[in-house]
């Protein structure tokens, strides 16, 4: 019995024993299993740790290549600026860089003018791509959207230069009438002339100066600092007394009309000015003996009651070309015209920020032979709060406002009060 016991025991401890040792192989075989090779490597490349979490927070749009050029990785806005096609890189000149990269692991930069996406407008992208080794095998490609910028720096190289050219012109006529003033001294007639002349130059230039202040200040301040509710009323009557002088001098009747008792929510002086800009433009372009009318309303809007104050005038009217631009600093539908009646071709552009930077518009309508309607559209108060906070300001190029060439918007007013 001894030496059957010792024997079935010891049988026992050679199967447990070979057990353990079929399970050890096993979960040993199966960690090789897991083990990536050579061929996997290539096959299905893995990020670095850490690399995917980074690309996802970079605002550059980023592609991932591997050794073959497939795409391994590519942020949303690698495909929506069309970099990334069907898992391949679809700039050339990008995947030249990547392919030199991987060979000699140099970091590349280099800026490419690309074709836009769905553009009929043969409008080009302009981007700044750089191209770095991502472990041994991996190429990164990291690319930079600068059409704005590019844009923007356009628009502020050409503000300064309309600056330079439009001050130059009044300080050198101002130089060429004092030395006619200095030749003429023995000549009353002659210097009163010449004097005269000097003073409509030095206000074209104080206009001027005043105008850049503006501009820069409605871009700059914050609109509900010193924001209050503000009498539509009160902005039309003073927009009126702003240019009574002128178009008296003209003959030319301004009414206003419209729905009473209407307020809006923002900077009186600002809403002041750009209402202000917009009555001086339709009295300055209007022929004598004209009308030009100032109506308010309240409308329905998507987002609460829109505050509408329209102005008319029966001038030349604006073309469709012209309408595009108008709100750009410095554009002069006439500039022979501006000439004569002292604009600067800021007074639109300070109209539009005004308006964006309290949660509004300004918009158009103009027919050339039938005169034109710039209509300010601004949030009723107690809703302006919010909506300025929603609008920003427009950006630096001063795109242009909405427009409607078919129809005006306004049916002449019923019996204005005519402000003399």
Not at 86 to 94: C, S, T
Not at 122 to 149: F, H, I, M
Not at 151 to 175: C, M, Q, Y
Request: charged share 25%; hydrophobic share 40%; proline share 5%.
């Amino acid at each position: 019995m001894d030496v059957n016991a010792a024997v079935a025991a010891a049988a026992a401890i050679a199967g447990v024993l070979t057990g353990v040792i079929a399970m050890l192989a096993f979960r040993w075989s199966e960690r090789d299993l897991k083990r990536p090779t050579r061929t996997s490597l290539h096959t299905d490349p893995v990020l670095p740790p850490g690399v995917d979490t980074v690309l996802s927070v970079l605002r550059s749009s980023a592609v991932v290549l591997d050794e073959a050029d497939a795409v391994v990785k590519a942020s949303s806005a690698a495909y929506a600026l069309g970099l990334v096609r069907g898992g391949k890189l679809a700039v050339d000149p990008m995947l030249q860089m990547a392919r030199d990269t991987r060979r000699d692991g140099e970091i590349r930069q280099v800026e490419l003018d690309l074709p836009r996406r769905g553009s009929g407008r043969g409008e080009a992208l302009a981007v700044s791509a750089r191209v770095a080794p991502l472990g041994s095998r991996l190429v990164l490609l990291l690319v930079e959207d600068l059409t704005e910028a590019r844009r923007i720096e356009a628009v502020r190289r050409d503000f300064v230069a309309n600056v330079s050219h439009e001050l130059k012109t009044p300080v050198g006529a101002l130089s060429l009438l004092s030395e006619a003033v200095m030749d003429a001294s023995d000549d009353p007639e002659a210097v009163e002339r010449f004097a005269g002349r000097m003073q409509i130059e030095a206000t074209r230039l104080t206009s001027l100066v005043q105008e850049l202040i503006d501009l820069s200040r409605v871009q700059n301040d914050d609109p509900l600092e010193d924001a209050e509710p503000v009498r539509v009323d009160e902005l039309v009557a003073e927009a009126i007394d702003r240019c009574r002088h002128q178009a008296g001098a003209k003959q030319i009747t301004m009414a206003a009309g419209g729905t009473a008792d209407l307020h809006v929510w923002g900077n009186r002086s600002k809403l002041a000015a750009a209402l202000g800009n917009l009555v001086e433009n339709a009295v300055n372009y209007s022929p004598a003996r004209t009308r030009v009318g100032i109506a308010a309303r309240r409308v329905n809007g998507s987002g609460g009651d829109i505050i509408e104050v329209a102005v008319t005038d029966q001038g030349i009217g604006i073309s469709d070309k012209d309408k595009e631009r108008i709100f750009e600093r410095f554009y002069r539908v006439d500039p022979a015209r501006s000439r004569a009646t002292g604009g600067t071709g800021l007074g639109l552009a300070i109209v539009k920020h005004v308006a964006a930077s309290h949660g509004g518009e300004v918009t158009v309508w103009s027919s050339e032979g039938q005169g034109s309607t710039f209509t300010l559209r601004l949030p009723e108060a107690g809703q302006a709060r919010d909506r300025a906070h929603q609008h920003p300001a427009p950006d630096e190029a001063g795109q242009s406002a909405d427009s409607s060439p078919d129809t005006p918007p306004y049916e002449p007013l019923p019996a204005p009060e005519v402000l003399p």
